[in-house]
C-alpha cells in the first residue's frame, strides 16, 4: 500500500471543522418565490430551530425579506426570539410542557388552543390578557379541536374574555404535498365552517390560517388571511412542484486519505469491496452528526469538484469516499450537502438516499457541526 502524505507534510495546520453555513441570501429568495404565489401576510414557521438553519437566523431573514409573523412550537422559542430583537407577531402552538402564560403576555406570544381543556388552564393560569388562536381540526386528528368540542371552545373563549383574547383561527392541512388541490377540499371547507362559527360566536375579528409551504404553493382556496411557511424558507417545498433554493452548506474535512488496491474491505463487516485500485478519503461526518447510517447505493458527497461515491457503512463519526483516480490530501474540504446542484448534492438528494424527506435531512444534523452564517 502507497501512503498518500508522506512524512515530509507534518506542518501543523488546524482542519477545516465540519460546518453547517446558513445562506440568509437563499432564504430571502425563497420567502420571495412563496411571494409571487400568495397575497396575503406570510408567517415564517422557524420551529426545530429553523429546520436545523438557526431560527433567529432565519426569522430574520424572513422579516427582512417580508415576512409579518413568526411561529414557532412554543413559548421558550419565540421568547428567545424577541431576545434576538424580532418584533413581529409570534405564534406557539405545541407547547409540550404546557404553556407559560405569563412569558406568553409578557413578550406578546400568541398561543395556539386545540381543545377546551387547554382554554380552561389557559384561562385559569393568565394574569395578564393572552392572545390565542383557536386551533381547529380541519381533518388530520393531530391537534387541533374537534368538531363536536367546538360549541364549548367558542363558550369558554366568551366567557375568558379579558384573560384571553382570540385574534385568530388556524387548521392545517393534512395532504397538500400531493400538490393536488381536490386533496384539500374537505380541510378548507372545515376551515370556512370554522370560520364562519367563530364569527358567528361572536369571536371575531380573526386572522384564519390553514396553509403551510405546501398549500401555499400549490392551491390559492387555502390562503385564507396568512400562510404559514417553514420547509420552504429552507428550500423545500413538500409537494415538489416549486424549485426553491437550498439555504444551507454543509461542508466537511477530509482527516485521512490514502491509496486502496483492488479487493479492498471498506469499513464495519467488509459490506463493500473496491473493484479496482482506487484512493479511498475518510470524511470526518458520521451518523452521530446526522449523515442517515442507511443510505441507498448512490449516496456522495463532492471533493474537488465532483460527486464521489459513500462506501462501506456510514460510521459514528465518519464515511469512507471512494474518489477514484483522484487523490484528495488531508484537510480537503468535502460537500455533503448544497443549493449549487451538480457534484454538489442537494438536501432531497440526501432524502432519497435515505429513503426519508428533506425535513428529517436538516433537522437531524447533530450539535457538533458547528454553524456559521454567510
Ligand atoms: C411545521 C408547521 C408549519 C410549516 O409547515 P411547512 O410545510 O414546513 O411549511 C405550519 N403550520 C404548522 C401547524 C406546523 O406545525
Redesign the pocket.
Known sequence: MIPLLTRESTARTRLHAPTLQTLPAAVAENLRRVQEAVSVPIMA?V?ADG?GHGAATVAQAAVDAGAEWL?V?EVAEAVALRDAGLTVPILS??NPSGVDAAAAAAHRIDIAVGSPGELRELIADADEPVRVHLHLDTGMARGGCPLEEWPELFRLARAGRGRVEVVGV?G?LPRADEGDPVANTAAVLRMRQGRDAVLRAGLGPVIVHLA???GALTDPATHFGMV?????LVG?D?SERTALTGAARWTAPVVHSAFAPASTAVGYGGTHHTEVDTHLCVVGVGYADGIPRELRPGAGVEIGGTRHPIVGRVSMDQIVVDTGSAAFPRGTVATVFGPEGGAVPSVQEWARWADSIP?TVVTGIGPRVQRSVA
Open positions: 414557521v420551529k429546520y411561529g412550537t402552538w405545541l388556524m392545517h403551510a409551504t405546501a404559514r411557511i417553514g420547509a420552504g423545500i413538500p425535513h
